[in-house]
T-cell receptor, first 114, second 113 residues
Framework: NAGVTQTPKFQVLKTGQSMTLQCAQD?????MSWYRQDPGMGLRLIHY???????DQGEVPNGYNVSRSTTEDFPLRLLSAAPSQTSVYFC?????????????FGQGTRLTVV | AQKVTQAQTEISVVEKEDVTLDCVYE???????LFWYKQPPSGELVFLIR??????QNEISGRYSWNFQKSTSSFNFTITASQVVDSAVYFC??????????FGPGTRLSVLP
């Protein structure tokens, strides 16, 4: 029972580098999302998707890209890393509709941009 | 707009004390869900409870209990006889018609031996 698998767990980037955070879920959830967690600010929504081929921006989308080519995968791309993107990133998935479930989270990625 | 407020940034108690974590939410949706998550020092997010807007029954699970009051838009969480292992950051979250989750800023609970 894998649930939500998020990789890598830790990453250090230099300013200007790009990278992709991977997220995969095996629960056939329609809804997937990315959050960043910064001290004292809770979890802020970066991007989300309600199904393959459908993505939308959340509260803090600048500097990030997403795509959803399959139900299972929802990668997050940092185009040109900046120190302000140093954070802990979480991927989450959930079902939609009347029987909406709680969000199931990956283990998190601690990203440091130097 | 939807909003979740957790006014208590940090709480410190001594083991075996009872502690209540406050959560106040704002939404114009008539159907919504409320959640509590625990984030222990290891960093993962652990789901604790889900409550929908039509179910105002309080819930008890072991030492944990939740008090949902629609009239005051609150969904408070009480830990009875706290233990050191309860030390964590606790997040309250709201999910409405728009399907996105909105999280509060979290309350850091420290239980001292």
């Amino acid at each position: 029972n894998a649930g939500v698998t998020q990789t890598p767990k830790f990453q250090v980037l230099k300013t200007g580098q790009s990278m992709t955070l991977q997220c995969a879920q095996d629960m056939n959830h329609e809804y997937m999302s990315w959050y960043r967690q910064d001290p004292g600010m809770g979890l802020r929504l970066i991007h989300y998707s309600v199904g393959a081929g459908i993505t939308d921006q959340g509260e803090v989308p600048n500097g990030y890209n997403v795509s959803r080519s399959t139900t299972e995968d929802f990668p997050l791309r940092l185009l040109s890393a900046a120190p302000s993107q140093t954070s802990v990133y979480f991927c989450a998935s959930s079902s939609l509709g009347t029987w909406a479930t709680e969000a199931f989270f990956g283990q998190g990625t601690r990203l440091t941009v130097v | 707009a939807q909003k979740v407020t957790q006014a208590q940034t940090e709480i410190s108690v001594v083991e075996k004390e009872d502690v209540t974590l406050d959560c106040v939410y704002e939404t114009r949706d008539t159907t919504y869900y409320l959640f509590w998550y625990k984030q222990p020092p290891s960093g993962e997010l652990v789901f604790l409870i889900r409550r929908n807007s039509f179910d105002e029954q309080n819930e008890i699970s072991g030492r944990y209990s939740w008090n949902f009051q629609k009239s005051t838009s609150s969904f408070n969480f009480t830990i009875t006889a706290s233990q050191v292992v309860d030390s964590a950051v606790y997040f309250c979250a709201l999910r409405g018609y728009g399907q996105n989750f909105v999280f509060g800023p979290g309350t850091r609970l420290s239980v001292l031996p």
